[in-house]
């Protein structure tokens, strides 16, 4: 149960991007999730819930984009896709497979609402 | 509404403390080993044999992770060696408490380092700490399914012992099926069944041991990571 911790962690890259900008709002954050990175969706879009409050993406939506694992066989040369159960040697030709995708962890992008740029406290309204 | 392209990985400064530490351990010719494993699978106990099979053939440091407690430190310090004790609230350990750790716990007169993860099927095999290799434990009392269950932690292990295997009479497995199942996710893993109990199947996992050291040793000399001063 280490989504706390990862959540925390989104979090934190995503208001350290929005405050180079000078954005206040943070609308949508993107992650990219592997099948095989040991992080479980539910649990990270909760604690992600939980935590939010108080930071810039109080209003964020966790947008995921789950990624499957794939992986290489070096004798047939050929992507195999492991199904449910987990094998990770070819089943063509029994070679054992290299982890292609499905590790990633990453935030892909944020979405925020555009400052108002060149607008001073003292800028006039109108 | 503005979409802005961030592409970080999520556990970036993890990877980064760990390459620190990395740095740290080549610029020393530190052998580090990062242990692994569920709860009460016995990864003290193995240390502590593992110690006394080595009979002082390197100079081994500790440091040991656990939610509450010195007593695992307190065990390899019984058993010889010198032992440093994290306790923090996480799951798994991370770089960063690692890094901690090495400025209060000497390290420069080691010749091996051997960190005892918290035991934990799941969270340690995300946080690199800067090691060479990985080591973990699975227990014949755990059942079989076990790295079907919890696949990356076996993938991301160099060297998986099967152990308590003196108590698989008791269970309905055979050291055949736990293999074969590690094989399956883990395909280029060292396994070897043994018993801290007995020391069955030491001699073979002492070896790889000692190959895994030699091995990282002759890394760090290609690499130019020798000492050459060792008070720096």
Known sequence: MHEAGI???????????ARKLGATTIRVVKLRLGDFSGVVADALEFAFEALKAGTLADQARLEIERIPLTAWCSTCQATRQPQEELMLWCPACNTPLEVMTGQELDVEYIEIDEPERGREPWSASA | MERISVETKVLKKNDEFAAENRAVFEARRLVVFNVWSAPGA???????????ELDGRYRIGVIEGDIQTEIDADRIRSAGAPAYQINTSRCHLEANMIQEALTKFPIDALDVLIIENIGNMVCPASYDLGEHARVMLYSSTEGAEKPRKYPK?????????????????????SVEELSANVLAVSPKAAVFPISCRTGEGFSAWIGWLTAAVERQREAFHVSGGARTNPGN
């Open chain 2, 42 to 52: 016995g990864k003290t106990t193995m240390l502590e044999r593992t110690l006394k």
């Open chain 1, 7 to 17: 959540a925390a962690s989104v979090l934190e890259i995503a208001e350290t991007e």
């Open chain 2, 153 to 173: 932690m076996f993938y991301r292990s160099d060297c998986v012992l099967l152990n308590k295997v003196d108590l698989v009479p008791y269970t309905n497995v």
